[in-house]
Structures are given as structure tokens and as C-alpha cells.
């Protein structure tokens, strides 16, 4: 793969980038956050791992500047900002995978590997269908009852893993290892936090609810 990597700490980077080649992996290195943004922009990349933290532009700018010209570019968000909040920001900014530091090389290296299949599997031409919700993931677009609904990268990914498991209870562990990736830790409650989100917008203000609750298991999809 060919690989950009943002990260302002000179060792941190030099060890990443030479982990990286050892498996085979094209590794550019950008030491700033401007910098980074301007490389990503003019080169094709097949995966970005993003310092949050970084000199003249922040990580969540970069990040978020990225995803609006480059929207199927995964982002692999690396940062010593591990909280919830931290997480979700990452997120709503258009991340598609965070990872806390510090980190051991396997699970970073599992973590692209894991982003790279998933876009490789992606099915664009696909339509689906749960009562009046629709997804159209050649566009890219949500509608429910034929309103348009603006979902973040983890919201979409989140409501197609439901979608096409309709009727299908889902734990939060395969929740979890479907939409943020291997090795995500069981003890936070962003699965939660991200159902309220996807309820509020997929839901709210609608006679039927889509998304379900099952105690102590997880969530499901159903029409009724």
C-alpha cells in the first residue's frame, strides 16, 4: 500500500514509517499538518495515518479538510487523546478509525489491513431498503420517507451494518470490531453514544421506530 504519514514526532514517525516498509508498505512521511494536507491532496495515497496534534494545522482540521475533496480515503486517526469525547470528535470529523497511543506495531498494522479489506469490499452500486429508510451507497445518500439525512462517516457505516442485517440482533462486540475496527475496547459506551446519534436522526420525528434495543445483547434493525 501506499501510505502518507502525518506525525510531528521524528522517532515516532521514523519507527512507524520503517515498521511499515518491512512489510512491504510505501511510506511518505509529513511532519506538519499543512504539509500533510497539501501531500494528500496532490498524491494518491490508499490509507492516511493521522497524528491528532500536529504544528500549523490540527489533526481533526486535516483530517476534516481531506474528507471533504477526498471522501473514500480512509483516515487512521493516531493520538494520545483517548477519551470518549476525544473519540467521537475524531469521528464527526470524518476519522474511519482511531487508535490510542501508545499502540503496539501489530494492532496498527491489523488496523490498516482491516481499513484497506473493508474498502475493497465495499458494494457501490448497492440500494437497501428497511421500510421507508433507504440507502444509496453509489451516491452515498441516506432518505427516510424521501428527507434527506446527513449522517457522519461512522453514522453511515454504522446504519449500513444494521440495514443489511435486517432483523438480525447485533452485539455490540460485532458492532464494534464491524464498524471501528479489531481489538476495540469493550469497556467504552461510543456503540451506545453513536445508536443515539444514528436514532436521532434515522428515527426522530418519524411514527416508526427502526432501530431497536435488545436488553443485555445489543441493537437491531426491524421494521416493527
Known sequence: MNILLIEDEPKVAAFIKKGLETYQHTVTVAYDGQDGYHIAMQHDFDIILLDRLLPTLSGIDVCRRIKHLKKGLPVLMLTALGTVQDIVQGFENGADDYLTKPFHFDELLARIQALHRRGMTVSPAAVYQVADLQMDCYHH??????????????????????????NKVLTRTYLAETVWGISFSRGTNLIDVYVNYLRGKVDKGFDTPLIHTVVGVGYVMREK
Open 141 to 166: 445518500s441516506v432518505k427516510r420517507a424521501d428527507k434527506e439525512i446527513a449522517l457522519t462517516v461512522k453514522e453511515y457505516a454504522l446504519l449500513e451494518v444494521l440495514m443489511t442485517n435486517k
